[in-house]
């Protein structure tokens, strides 16, 4: 038996959702929950085999919750129900970790599919994502995504541009007008959209793109 938390914001959807996983053989939904912080908080009591994510719920959200689960919990199967076609949804979520990726526009069919192929340890990813997913790994290819302009903003690559001089989010909040929590912020969305893990591997990445001097103004 396939043990599934299920969470998502929409009660009338985790109803029918809930309804609809139980009448499979195999498939029992063992917590049916509203929120990222209720799944992490009762994850160890249920012990699912597989965790279903709305990307949009409030608070914490799918992908950071996803990227906690997998922290703490790395044999739990994590899969990701989103209404967004957004290719870098899709990026940060593989970057979290997930195993599974559907649009909430699937059949129940390809979600029952997608729930046992994930607790065999298999991959899914929803048909309309999948060519996206690959047009990036050709762009890759031929290096067409590393340009900092077609990843950040401008207000994300000046403040990495001060990263990489060695300011600290103070200094960089004085010098573009805004908090230290701000800049904070800015920086989380940062090496999230890159990849990366910590601040030396942000200012690393500045380096190789050519984002270190240079002037910048404000927004």
Request: net charge neutral; charged share 25%; aromatic share 4%.
């Amino acid at each position: 038996m396939i043990r599934v938390l299920l969470a998502d914001d929409h009660h009338l959807f985790r109803e029918g959702l809930t309804r609809l996983l139980n009448d499979e053989e195999n498939i029992e939904v063992v917590a049916s929950v509203r929120s990222g912080e209720e799944v992490l908080a009762m994850i160890h009591s249920v012990r699912p085999h597989v965790v279903l994510l709305d990307v949009n719920m409030p608070g914490m959200g799918g992908i950071g919750t996803a990227r906690r689960l997998k922290e703490r919990y790395p044999d739990v199967g994590i899969l990701l129900l989103t209404v967004s076609e957004d290719r870098e949804t899709l990026f940060k979520a593989v970057q979290a970790g997930v195993r599974g990726y559907l649009l909430k526009s699937s059949t129940s069919q390809e979600l029952v599919d997608a729930i046992q192929r994930i607790h065999r340890g298999e991959a899914v990813i929803s048909p309309a994502m999948s060519a996206k997913l690959l047009d990036e790994f050709v762009a890759l290819s031929q290096g067409k995504s590393q340009r900092p302009e077609d990843i950040l903003t401008k207000r994300e690559r000046d403040i990495l541009r001060y990263v990489a001089n060695g300011m600290s989010n103070k200094e960089i909040g004085v010098a573009l007008a805004i908090s230290p929590h701000t800049v904070k912020a800015h920086l989380r969305h940062i090496l999230d959209k890159l990849g990366l893990r910590s601040r030396a591997q942000a200012a690393a990445w500045a380096e190789r793109h050519g984002l270190t001097g240079g002037n910048t103004q404000k927004d």
